[in-house]
């Protein structure tokens, strides 16, 4: 039975996870407090919040928010990260870390994105995506392209017949 203070902490962690959008779950083993600190910044720039916790009151969280408890991957001391923006930017972090020379350590496992439990490939391939404001853009450019074309198109005929003008004012005037 959780003592009084593991039950705030759990109903804390629970708040959190529902205010999140994803959480990704690694394991920080060998990273030093520096590179820990120094990922922590790099997490909440990109708009997430790393959290150290017991695998056993992450799980209890998890389920009092209502996601799928992240079962295969509480083994180690984990790291969970909270995304509370764009969920591509802050995977994108984790992953550009893990990757950087001394940061072998760090070892993304999976994650919880809805009700959907991720793996590590899953998590990976989010990192691969564009950010969001990327992904906007690009849909508004694709929006955007019939307009433009047929702006073009109704513009045309105008545009011939200034074209016509401005040839006929040329031969008016070498004939003059």
Known sequence: MPTEAKREKIAELAEMLGKSEAVFICEYRGLTVKKVTDLRARIRKAGGEMKVAKNTLMRLALQQAGLPTADPYETGPNAYTLVY?????????????????????????????????????????????????V????????????????????????????????????????AA
Do not use: W
């Open 85 to 133: 923006g764009d969920i591509a930017a802050v995977a994108k972090a984790l992953r550009d870390y893990s990757k950087e020379k001394g940061n072998e350590a760090l070892v993304l496992k999976g994650g919880v994105m809805g009700k959907d439990l991720l793996n590590k490939e899953q998590v990976l391939a989010l990192a691969d995506l564009p950010s969001r404001d």
């Open 135 to 174: 992904l906007l853009a690009q849909v508004v450019g694709t929006i955007a392209a019939p307009l433009r074309s047929f702006v073009t198109v109704l513009s045309g005929p105008a545009r011939g017949l200034v074209t016509c003008l401005s040839q006929i004012q040329d031969k008016k005037e070498k």
